[in-house]
């Protein structure tokens, strides 16, 4: 099958509702350019508030629960209309049990390590 290298439609609405109620709630300025930052892997903003927006954004869609854990089929079941089901469920397995401190740090660690280890392009 031949993937288009971007969300698809449905899959940015989703994105972009999540993320307006995180950026409010954590008082990103509207400019900010953190959302395409976090939807394309640019996690280098290793910063509190950075973790904070992907955390908000991770759990809000149902990819990783209050205390860490990953829910591998619902990022899976996401991507797949538009990624190879495959490639993303191999990057997934990968990286679910995350190291960190506190439950931000450990999904900025899943973060880094899905756009790391993922074989197909966004």
């Known amino acids: 099958m031949n993937f288009v290298a971007d969300y698809n439609e449905s ?11 995180c950026m409010k709630e954590l008082d990103f300025p509207e ?10 892997g640019d996690l280098s903003l290793n910063d509190d508030k950075s973790k904070q927006f992907y955390a908000c954004m991770l759990m809000k869609m149902g990819f990783v629960e209050q205390d860490g854990t990953i829910n591998g089929q619902e990022i899976v079941e996401f991507m797949a209309p538009q990624f190879d089901r495959e490639a993303v469920a191999s990057a997934v397995e990968t990286c679910k049990n995350p190291e960190g401190e506190l439950v931000n740090d450990k ?16």
Not at 13 to 20: A, V
Not at 107 to 122: D, L, P, S, V
């Open 11 to 21: 899959q940015k609405e989703t994105i972009n509702k999540y993320s307006d109620i």
């Open 31 to 40: 400019d900010s350019k953190i959302l395409q930052m976090a939807m394309y």
């Open 107 to 122: 999904i900025y660690a899943f973060g880094q390590c899905f756009f790391t280890k993922k074989t197909f392009e966004i």
